[in-house]
């Protein structure tokens, strides 16, 4: 291919200076001319002077086209794994650019790239040490993006060939909503990579999404059966639509005075695309939304919801499991009156947990830190650490438990699974180290695994509190 390409560019060379020769005066052709008309012949015109390079500038060129040819001679020649793997490296060079914009135009523009898939398509296999089989679901990695950042599903396809395990998208309300006024989000890059943010379910509402998931998920189901090859059903990993999981994160609007209504309305609208769907009863930036986290509140409102669900109808995969989010800043109450929910219940999964309205004294120098609004990154993996481990203890593990909160490396995920996450969830750090941190904190995940002698995410869950 390369070699095609430089014959290509000499030949194209060799023909424009011989169009341009041919333009040039020639004496002979130019007596006889004048001579057939009987007129006396007239001085040849003066040619115009063609610029004229330096040695220096013809070398500089020539070496400018060699290294370009060479280069895609021997990228023509590495394996696509190699090539892969170029690919995310070289979205570190654009990282440094987004940390001059505005916080919120940059998360803006990082979706409207995944969107339009101006970023990069993992090709390479997960390591088979980091599969698993969630309600029955079958995952090829358990590092998922957290709801947030796709707000309105816009990009589902681009995120999950970025290579996670799984994709959240959300929160979504039943109408529209703008949020809190700007500026919303508020970065604290040297206090361990945080960020603050106060957005406030802002939300194109269901009618929107569920339009776009509609149209992705027959987009996704005919190029999945189309390029179906003859593999067996076990080795499929995957939802409803084909490679990646797809959970759906159900808001209410802040103006609502029935909630149950409007996450059921949720249920009805998208859970027919959702692989999995979640409560969010944990913002911080909704007002009145975490008291529904009482027990009382949130008994009677998972019973409605699981009600809404469970009266569609649905084929053999049944309905979609049905998780609950909560918060951080829980009393050692709160946590037991939750477990006992859930169990009761039989809530299908708990995600643990939320942004925290707590300052850790690593931030409080920091003036944004007085910032009002839900403080996520490094800063609160100690205490989302601390939630999970409890309420992995209050259920016994028998609830699936997704980690979520300051995940930043793959030793953090490992971390996240010892005190019981069954999958992990990461967002902010994604937004600061782009889509070259998801290949990296999966492989340090497998080491993690291989070094302590695990040989499944499965052994490990819980190994800190068994």
């Not at 593990?397 to 997704?402: F, S, V, Y």
């Amino acid at each position: 291919m390369a070699i095609r390409v430089a014959l290509k560019f000499m030949r194209d060379s060799l023909r424009a200076k011989i169009k341009f020769d041919g333009n040039k005066y020639h004496p002979r052709q130019h007596f006889c001319t004048a001579s057939s008309a009987g007129a006396q012949p007239s001085p040849p015109p003066i040619p115009k002077k063609v610029p004229h390079f330096s040695k220096k500038g013809r070398l500089f060129t020539g070496a400018t086209i060699g290294l370009l040819i060479g280069g895609f001679a021997y990228a023509s020649t590495v394996d696509e794994a190699t090539f892969c793997g170029w690919l995310f490296s070289a979205t570190k060079l654009v990282n440094p650019f987004f940390a001059f914009m505005d916080p919120e135009f940059a998360h803006r523009l990082a979706v409207s790239a995944a969107a339009r898939g101006w970023v990069p398509i993992e090709k390479r296999p997960d390591p088979s040490i980091l599969e698993l089989e969630v309600w029955g679901r079958r995952f090829s990695n358990p590092v998922g993006l957290s709801a947030g950042f796709d707000k309105n599903a816009e990009a589902v396809e681009g995120l999950l060939g970025l290579g996670f395990g799984f994709v959240e998208v959300g929160s979504v309300t039943p109408v529209p909503q703008e949020g809190n006024p700007k500026p919303r989000i508020f970065r604290l890059p040297k206090e361990g990579r945080a960020i603050i943010n106060r957005c406030g379910f802002n939300s194109e509402g269901i009618v929107a999404v569920a339009k776009r998931l509609g149209a992705q998920h027959g987009k996704r189901k005919l190029e999945t059966s189309s390029t179906a090859s003859p593999v067996r059903d076990e080795d499929v990993h995957g939802g409803k639509a084909g490679p990646g999981i797809l959970g759906v994160n159900l808001g209410k609007n802040k103006t609502s005075e029935d909630a149950a209504s409007d996450y059921v309305q949720g249920v009805h609208t998208l859970s027919q695309y959702a692989d999995y769907l979640v409560i969010n009863i944990s913002s911080p930036n909704t007002p009145g939304l975490r008291q529904l986290q009482g027990r009382k509140q949130l008994k009677d409102l998972v019973k409605k919801v699981q009600g809404a669900r469970d009266e569609m109808q649905w084929g053999e995969e049944g309905p979609p499991p049905l998780l609950v989010k909560i918060a951080p800043d829980l009393s050692k109450q709160d946590l037991e009156d939750i477990a006992r929910v859930a169990l009761a219940l039989r809530v299908d999964g708990l995600i643990i947990s939320n942004t925290t309205i707590q300052r850790p004294n690593t931030i409080t120098n920091n003036p944004v830190s007085q910032e009002t609004g839900g403080l996520s990154g490094k800063p609160l993996f100690d205490l989302s650490n601390s939630i999970l481990k409890e309420m992995y203890i209050l259920t016994k593990g028998k609830i699936p438990l997704i980690g979520c909160g300051g995940i930043c490396s793959g030793e953090d995920a490992y971390k996240k699974i010892r005190a019981g996450a069954t999958l992990v969830q990461l967002y902010t750090a994604f937004a600061y180290g782009g889509p070259a941190l998801i290949p990296k904190i999966k492989a340090e995940l497998a080491q993690c695994l291989e070094r302590d002698g695990y040989k499944s995410i499965y052994e490990a869950v819980g190994a800190d509190y068994r």
